[in-house]
């Protein structure tokens, strides 16, 4: 099998939505979508055809990406590449549109793969169309901010009368807007006095059951309400830990109320992180509809469509 066979078919791996069920909370976890992005690369590129009437056998070039993400598997860039004195004194422009997708595989750590159509425009008449796919890293910095190094392959550039092939290899960041900016909490040990405990035993509720819709995930104005008293109590006393079971009712396929259900426990972490609530402090799980709350609901319960949260 060839190199553009193998690039092909790892791109197409890498594009195949995929579901992993993990209680590890990541960046990964934390992002939202769908989200809007946008990334600065520098790297070098090289032909893989000898030529006279090309300059050098390495390039500089400058890759400017855009993108929009579906979701945390699958979405789709557009790139702009700058390629400096690749013939004779002409550089090169290389317009690209296609597909990107990403598999997690560490808490900050992801693959890549993406599948495009390429219009190469140099300052000469030659132009062409082609066909491009590319394979890289990603470490995720914060739930906004990431860095990534790249492979791209692009077939058959037409350069005076001479097809070629591009590679190229790139470094460089990428900012995706709108995602929550998360606190940066100092934690210190603290003594927990048993009177404190039995006195916060007395001032609070212990159980909080937030509903949600059929096929909902998202948090109303009613739900934030019924946080915002669990907030208080955690900012007022910082002993106290929470977790946060997601459920599903029983109306679903099994892989939908998984999915369901870990959407439903991610809204509550997420918004708990964002109002100051250390990772710490928070346990989360998913059960789908395999652990109801009460074992006598009806098959369409609200009860079950909920997010259990338990204080301890």
Do not use: C
Request: charged share 20%; net charge negative.
């Amino acid at each position: 099998m060839n190199k553009k066979n193998i690039l092909a078919s790892l791109s197409f791996a890498l594009l195949s939505p995929m579901v992993i069920a993990s209680e590890t909370i990541s960046f990964n976890d934390l992002t939202t979508y769908p989200s809007i992005w946008v990334s600065g690369n520098l790297g070098l590129g090289e032909t893989n055809k000898n030529s006279t009437l090309l300059n050098n056998s390495i390039y500089p070039t400058l890759k400017l990406m855009a993108g929009y993400d579906m979701n945390r598997y699958l979405g789709m860039y557009s790139s702009y590449d700058f390629i400096d004195k690749i013939q004779e004194d002409n550089s090169i422009n290389i317009f690209s549109l296609g597909f990107k997708g990403h598999l997690p595989i560490f808490d900050v750590w992801s693959v890549f793969g993406k599948v495009g159509i390429s219009y190469l425009n140099g300052n000469t008449d030659s132009y062409n169309v082609s066909g491009s796919v590319g394979l890289g890293v990603e470490y995720q910095i914060s739930n906004s901010i990431s860095t990534q190094i790249g492979y791209d392959y692009y077939q058959n550039v037409d350069l005076i009368k001479s097809n070629v092939g591009l590679n190229q290899i790139y470094w460089g960041m990428t900012y995706r807007f709108g995602q929550v900016s998360l606190p940066i909490i100092k934690s210190q040990q603290i003594e927990i006095v048993d009177t404190t405990i039995s006195d916060v035993s007395v001032l609070i509720r212990k159980n909080y059951i937030i509903s949600f819709p059929t096929g909902k995930s998202i948090l109303d104005n009613e739900d934030k309400y019924v946080l915002a008293e669990l907030l208080e109590v955690m900012h007022k006393f910082p002993e106290v830990n929470v977790k946060i079971t997601g459920r599903a009712d029983a109306t679903g396929n099994a892989l939908i109320n998984d999915k369901i259900s870990k959407s439903r426990s991610l809204s509550v972490y997420r918004y708990l992180i964002s109002h100051g609530i250390s990772s710490d402090r928070l346990i989360r799980e998913w059960l789908s509809d395999s652990s109801p709350i009460d074992s006598n609901s009806s098959k369409n319960s609200e009860l079950e469509r909920s997010v259990q949260i338990i204080l301890y």
